[in-house]
Each structure stands twice: as structure tokens, then as C-alpha cells.
């Protein structure tokens, strides 16, 4: 189960990762690691650093990709990307985060993206 789920979320960020590049961001990085955790995907848009939580799914009987990021969740999300400002030396760069919901069907297709800038 765990691993059909690391799948999907590998689908997802790819498919979020088409999406941005096709909108004419440029990918910096995807998955980034530290101690902390990880971001799933860390893009430029024109001079704006884009920090993308990817939620992907198969079904909405759960919910909502984009309803399923907590509070918590969003102050994790804050804190990796001070840790990737800091780490690059782009402290003084303006940045922004974004949630890219993913919907797959049954085959794998996807079957609905969407983009919310400036999330939260």
C-alpha cells in the first residue's frame, strides 16, 4: 500500500512538474531533502521563488487534494522553505507557495489538475 501510495505521489509531482514547465516556470528542484522533510517541488516564475505542495489522488470520497493540507502541515511547509532560502543564499528573494491538486483515473491518466497560486 505504502508503495502504490509513493507511486502516486511520484505521478503527481510529475505531472504538476509538466504542468509548470508548460506555463513557462522553470524547475529548480523537485523533492528537495533536508532534516526537516522535504519539499516536493521548488520552481522559479519569472523572479518569484514557487515552493508547490503536490496532492494527488484517485478518488475524492477522502476529500479534496487541496483540503488535505493542515495547518500543521502549512507551518512545515514554511519552515523547509526558509531552510532552502537559507541553504541557496535567496533569503531576500520574493517567493510564494503554491498547491497543484492532482485527480487520476482508474488507468492513471489525469484526469484533473488544478493550480492554486498563492495558496497559503
Known amino acids: 500500500m505504502a508503495d502504490a501510495r509513493k507511486l502516486l505521489g511520484r505521478m ?57 493540507i493542515t495547518g500543521r502541515k502549512k507551518s512545515r511547509l514554511r519552515l523547509l522553505a526558509w531552510q532552502y532560502l537559507k541553504e541557496k543564499g535567496k533569503t531576500g528573494s520574493m517567493c510564494r507557495f503554491d498547491v497543484i491538486a492532482v485527480l487520476f483515473d482508474r488507468e492513471g491518466r489525469v484526469k484533473r489538475l488544478e493550480h492554486f497560486e498563492n495558496a497559503f
Open 12 to 68: 503527481g509531482e510529475e505531472a504538476a512538474a509538466r504542468y509548470l514547465e508548460k506555463k513557462g516556470c522553470r524547475i529548480l528542484s523537485r523533492n528537495h531533502c533536508c532534516r526537516l522533510g522535504e519539499l516536493d517541488l521548488v520552481v522559479s516564475d519569472g523572479d518569484v521563488l514557487v515552493f508547490v505542495e503536490v496532492r494527488a489522488r484517485t478518488g475524492e470520497e477522502y476529500g479534496l487534494a487541496q483540503e488535505s
